[in-house]
């Protein structure tokens, strides 16, 4: 069987794009990093994975952070093989922001951290880097070529489309994301998904 991973931070927006992208059948009502085990959602025999948010949420134990990011981390290891895909979601318009506070303490943000995980363990890995819908028009390219940068991937970042899709999940714009998926789907001889 094959399995799709989405992972991200809390907040990104990676619930509302999940609805999005498969209807109703993922968790709802769910309170950030209250649920710590991954929730699936079957299609056929591919398997879909909402891995629980990660990151600094308010009002949540920095040990329960802790517990998520290392059951993330199991889980990826533990399913490598079986996993063929995974999906990082970003909040774009706020990257920046996280990585200079973790740059200024001389940490990697986890998005960054994630994205080097997944793709060590061999995991083909898509950037969705969401909330564009808040970018202006030019900030647009400069915003999308800074996060390339710091996913390690040497700007400009048009030339890593294949890997970075910008969406905007509030506004069901998701032809980006769609458009990988349909090709890495292709690839995996799954032409019936999107
Ligand atoms: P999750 O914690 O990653 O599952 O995030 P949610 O899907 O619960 O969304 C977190 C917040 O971000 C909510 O207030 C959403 O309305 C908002 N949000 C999600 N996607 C977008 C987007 O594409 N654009 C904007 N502006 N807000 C979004």
């Given at each position: 069987?094959?399995?799709?991973?989405?992972v991200?931070?809390?907040n990104?927006?990676?619930?509302?794009?999940?609805?999005?992208?498969?209807?109703?059948?993922?968790?709802?009502?769910?309170?950030?990093?209250?649920?710590l085990?991954?929730?699936?959602?079957?299609?056929?025999?591919?398997?879909?994975?909402?891995?629980p948010?990660?990151?600094?949420?308010?009002?949540?134990k920095?040990r329960?952070?802790?517990?998520?990011?290392d059951?993330t981390?199991?889980?990826?290891e533990?399913?490598?093989e079986?996993?063929?895909?995974?999906?990082?979601?970003?909040?774009?318009?706020?990257?920046?922001q996280?990585?200079?506070?973790?740059?200024?303490?001389?940490?990697?943000?986890?998005?960054?951290e994630?994205f080097?995980?997944?793709?060590?363990?061999g995991?083909d890995?898509?950037?969705?880097?969401?909330k564009?819908d808040?970018?202006?028009?030019?900030?647009y390219?400069p915003?999308?070529?800074?996060i390339?940068f710091?996913?390690?991937l040497?700007?400009?970042?048009?030339?890593w489309?294949?890997?970075?899709?910008?969406?905007?999940?509030?506004k069901?714009?998701l032809?980006?994301?769609?458009?990988?998926?349909?090709?890495?789907l292709?690839?995996?001889?799954?032409?019936?998904?999107f």
């Amino acid at each position: 069987s094959f399995e799709i991973i989405f992972v991200g931070r809390s907040n990104v927006g990676k619930s509302s794009l999940l609805r999005e992208l498969f209807g109703a059948k993922v968790r709802v009502g769910k309170r950030p990093g209250v649920t710590l085990r991954p929730a699936h959602i079957q299609i056929s025999d591919l398997l879909i994975t909402d891995m629980p948010g990660f990151g600094f949420m308010s009002g949540v134990k920095d040990r329960k952070q802790d517990i998520i990011k290392d059951k993330t981390v199991h889980y990826i290891e533990d399913n490598a093989e079986r996993i063929k895909l995974g999906v990082l979601v970003i909040d774009g318009p706020a990257l920046p922001q996280i990585v200079d506070r973790w740059d200024s303490r001389n940490q990697i943000p986890i998005d960054v951290e994630m994205f080097d995980f997944l793709r060590e363990v061999g995991i083909d890995t898509i950037i969705a880097a969401n909330k564009m819908d808040k970018v202006k028009e030019n900030e647009y390219d400069p915003l999308l070529d800074e996060i390339a940068f710091w996913l390690g991937l040497e700007p400009p970042w048009q030339n890593w489309k294949h890997i970075i899709a910008p969406i905007s999940a509030k506004k069901g714009d998701l032809k980006a994301l769609k458009g990988l998926l349909r090709d890495r789907l292709h690839e995996m001889k799954r032409d019936d998904l999107f």
